[in-house]
């Protein structure tokens, strides 16, 4: 090909590159005038078609054009934070069809830190939790690709595929002597986002797994099951354990169900319209009288850590658990004209209390770790889980300074794997001791509300 035809294909991508330069560099007041910024960028713009047209004349195989410019873009990206990421076509399909709560794969949460291809969470119910992936496994090999320094867009590729079809995962995973080798077989991934029970007579149970596009409609739909309105509970459980976020619009309007007013959730970036406030309308889902706890651990990140947030700071829950993510960047995917995506951060959300989330996380009223069963016990007690401030080019924390951190009324977090210790869907109540604490919380508010309401002799 010609470096004229070349050129043809390039200078759309290069006007998008140069749009976005722009876009990103504006001050919050608007335009200020051009400054060298620009004319540092046309520079080295020439060294890329530069390069581009060298590749295309001399290189020893001959490479397809939109390979070699989307490897430049996605290049580029992978030098930004960890969640911003450039989405080929097929990947930008995709992911429309995961906020659905419906796509193929094998039902893991991952990111990658220090180069390694790292588990977040495996997905309730789906074959990598049955095949018992658990939070903090490093991925070495995926079917014998070795997976260091991949890109998670890569990494995203390989482990995808057709339903029935097996991928072989080779696993790195601490107190292990030898390297795992766990197939697992694809399967179309239907993430039910809100799961609901009662334990015991008393206590109501609402499992929020994943905020999707219809998370509130299922939240108003386990109200109504539940009957909050009508039966005589004696509080209400919501567990955010091990959801990895979601929708914002999700997370605001879930806020919203058990708040009447105030501050949800706001946003701040660099550019004007990236500053946005939520504000909780009159109308609740969740009757005011009936107290909350909401459970949280180590997997809890981005649109849960919202919820948790704001019912914290508005003193609407206790919340209880281990220390959450700490994702507290919004990513805005923003639509390109060959069907292709950015997922680009552009601001850092912030809770009612003006509290920023970015690689601390929220933490807990009452501090309860997950309770193993020997003799695994002491092992796991020696494992390093992953949170938001350890990713490579997270965003720093730049209020962490400024905020002291609360006291525990607990015991320690001693980075307990909380992923791991979720009980099953069959599980009962009694083996998961943070749910029982819980519980256990509910009963003991409810007795003491009676002996402050009851009349004085």
Do not use: C
Request: proline share 5%; no cysteine; charged share 30%.
């Amino acid at each position: 090909m010609k470096f004229e035809k070349l050129w043809q294909i390039v200078t759309p991508v290069i006007a998008t590159v140069i749009a976005l330069a722009f876009f990103l560099t504006i001050p919050e007041g608007g335009v200020s005038g051009a400054g060298s910024g620009s004319d540092d960028t046309y520079e080295k713009l020439k060294i890329f078609t530069s390069v581009l047209n060298e590749i295309e004349q001399k290189y020893v195989d001959e490479e397809k054009p939109e390979d070699l410019i989307y490897g430049a873009i996605q290049g580029m990206v992978r030098i930004l934070d960890p969640h911003s990421a450039f989405l080929p076509p097929d990947e930008y399909k995709e992911l429309r069809i995961e906020t659905k709560g419906e796509f193929g794969g094998i039902g893991i949460e991952i990111t990658v830190r220090d180069g390694v291809l790292t588990v977040v969470s495996p997905i309730e119910d789906t074959p990598a939790f049955r095949a018992g992936m658990k939070a903090g496994d490093k991925i070495i090999k995926i079917d014998g690709k070795i997976t260091k320094d991949m890109s998670l867009t890569d990494a995203v590729k390989l482990i995808r595929g057709p339903r029935g079809q097996e991928v072989v995962l080779t696993i790195l995973r601490e107190g292990e002597t030898r390297l795992l080798t766990i197939p697992i077989v694809r399967d179309i991934i239907r993430v039910q986002s809100v799961k609901w029970k009662t334990v015991g007579d008393d206590i109501a149970y609402i499992r929020i797994l994943a905020f999707q596009d219809r998370t509130y409609d299922k939240l108003a739909e386990a109200v109504k099951e539940l009957k909050l309105d009508e039966k005589l509970y004696n509080g209400l459980v919501l567990d955010l354990r091990n959801n990895p976020g979601g929708l914002l619009d999700q997370a605001v309007k879930v806020s919203d169900a058990f708040l009447s007013d105030g501050v949800i959730v706001y946003t701040k970036g660099r550019v004007q319209n990236q500053n946005v406030h939520f504000y909780a309308d009159e109308e609740i889902l969740v009757p005011k009288h009936l107290p909350v706890v909401v459970l949280v651990n180590q997997g809890s990140a981005s649109a849960s850590e919202i919820v948790a947030g704001a019912l914290q700071d508005h003193k609407r829950a206790i919340i209880m658990g281990t220390s959450t993510f700490g994702k507290g960047s919004v990513q805005t995917i923003i639509p390109l004209d060959d069907d292709s995506g950015l997922r680009l951060t552009t601001a850092l959300y912030y809770t009612p209390g003006d509290r920023s989330i970015q690689a601390k996380g929220i933490t807990p009223d009452v501090f309860v770790e997950m309770i193993r069963k020997a003799p695994d016990q002491e092992a796991e007690k020696k494992r390093k889980f992953i949170r938001e401030k350890d990713l490579l080019r997270h965003l720093e924390n730049s209020t962490e300074s400024e905020q002291p951190e609360k006291q525990d009324v607990q015991e320690e977090d001693s980075n307990l794997s909380d992923e791991e210790a979720s009980p099953q869907p069959e599980a009962e109540e009694a083996e998961d001791n943070q749910l029982s604490r819980a519980v256990e919380l509910l009963r003991a508010w409810n007795i003491f509300s009676k002996l402050e309401n009851r009349p004085h002799e």
